[in-house]
Antibody
């Protein structure tokens, strides 16, 4: 079964850091581009970042550029999102998603909640 | 303010044919394929339509997608109570060099 499981969410103070992980199983992780998408409480979906198959190319939304870093370890079938300089407006459920191609996300994790508050 | 524009809410009755619109621009919908997602309350989004009009396996053929110029639409025929959910359109934006979503449409089945 194709599965993505996120972890690492929690409470962080403004200006603090968190690292999210997304463990993939049931498919050849190293063959797929991967993305992070977030959803603030009661709000819509917002694309955050993407990474290519070998980790050499990354892209970010303007709202997180310079603060967030996406990476992957294909040997561990794991995607990461290092989040620094966190702000209250970063509070959201973060989903990792597999890119089917053409920028469509055919498999999503269950999400992990990040709360930024003092 | 989302880059792609969808009506925030809509309602329909069981059995009805229903359409959700998604409006963009030349840098996003006009240049790239459109995908649609369904999100049931408290769950992760599910891919309904990719590449404008392609259904992943397991998605009922009641769901269909289309695109024309800088707009796209999702059609649901034979509306059912279990279709009550939030629906999002999405694509890539070449100017922003990033993914973009619509604000979502909350569909209520009366």
């Amino acid at each position: 079964e194709v599965q993505l499981v996120e972890s690492g969410g929690g409470l962080a103070q403004p200006g603090g850091s968190l690292r999210l992980s997304c463990v993939a199983s049931g498919f050849t992780f190293s063959s797929y581009w991967m993305h992070w998408v977030r959803q603030a409480p009661g709000k819509g979906l917002v694309w955050v970042s993407r990474i290519n198959t070998d980790g050499s190319r990354t892209t970010y939304a303007d709202s997180v550029k310079g603060r967030f870093t996406v990476s992957r370890d294909n040997a561990k079938n794991t995607l990461y999102l290092q989040m620094n300089s966190l702000r209250a407006e970063d509070t959201a459920v973060f989903f990792c998603a597999r890119d089917l191609g053409y920028g469509s996300f055919d498999c999503w994790g269950q999400g992990t909640l990040v709360t930024v508050s003092s | 303010q989302s880059v792609l524009t969808q009506p925030p809410s809509a309602s329909g009755t069981p059995g009805q044919r229903f359409t959700i619109s998604c409006s963009g621009s030349t840098s996003n919908i006009g240049s790239n394929t459109v995908n649609w997602y369904q999100q049931l309350p408290g769950t992760a989004p599910k891919l309904l339509i990719h590449s404008n009009n392609q259904r992943p396996s397991g998605v009922p053929d009641r769901f269909s997608g289309s695109k024309s110029g800088t707009s796209a639409s999702l059609a649901i025929s034979g509306l059912q109570s279990e279709d009550e959910a939030d629906y999002y359109c999405a694509t890539w934006d070449d100017s922003l060099n990033g993914g973009v979503f619509g604000g979502g449409t909350k569909l209520t089945v009366l």
